[in-house]
C-alpha cells in the first residue's frame, strides 16, 4: 500500500441514517476543516463543502476506496468473531473498541508510555464515582 493512502486513523460511529444533519458532528469532532477529504460522489455530502475542502469522485465499485474497504472488511470481521448477538444498543461500545485496536496498532512503540501518562494526569476515580456509572 503507498504511504501516502496508509490508513492512520479509523472513527467508526453508528448513525440512523445518511443525512449531513447526522454526517456533521462526526465531522465537526474528528477532522479539520483544513484537512483534504475525498469522498463518493453522494449527495449528502455537498453542504458540508461549505466548511471543509471535499473533493468527490465515483467509487467504481469501491476501486476508488480500497482503505475504506479494507477496514470495513476488518470491522466485519472483528464484529462476526464476538460470540454473541451484537445489539444495537452496544454497537457503538463494539466500533469504539475496534478503533482503539486500530488507532493504537499504529503507535505500538509509544502505547505504555502513553497510557502511564493519562494514568498521571487524570484526575483520581473513587469509588462511589464508579458506582454510579456503573448504576446508570
Known amino acids: 500500500?503507498?504511504?501516502?493512502?496508509?490508513?492512520?486513523?479509523?472513527?467508526?460511529?453508528?448513525?440512523?441514517?445518511?443525512?449531513v444533519k447526522s454526517l456533521t458532528p462526526i465531522f465537526e469532532e474528528h477532522i479539520s476543516t483544513t484537512a483534504q477529504i475525498v469522498t463518493d460522489k453522494w449527495r449528502g455530502y455537498a453542504p458540508l463543502k461549505q466548511h471543509y475542502n471535499i473533493e468527490q469522485k465515483f467509487s467504481n465499485n469501491g476501486k476508488n476506496f480500497k482503505e475504506l474497504h479494507v477496514v470495513i472488511m476488518q470491522l466485519k470481521s472483528w464484529l462476526r468473531a464476538i460470540p454473541t448477538h451484537v445489539s444495537k444498543w452496544h454497537i457503538q461500545a463494539y466500533f469504539d473498541e475496534f478503533c482503539f485496536r486500530i488507532n493504537r496498532s499504529q503507535f505500538k512503540?509509544?502505547?505504555?508510555?502513553?497510557?502511564i501518562e493519562r494514568m498521571v494526569i487524570a484526575n483520581p476515580i473513587y469509588h462511589k464515582n464508579i458506582k454510579q456509572i456503573l448504576s446508570v
Not at 109 to 115: E, L, N, Y
Open 1 to 19: 500500500m503507498n504511504r501516502k493512502h496508509q490508513i492512520k486513523r479509523v472513527y467508526v460511529k453508528s448513525i440512523d441514517d445518511y443525512s
Open 109 to 115: 512503540q509509544s502505547i505504555f508510555h502513553k497510557t
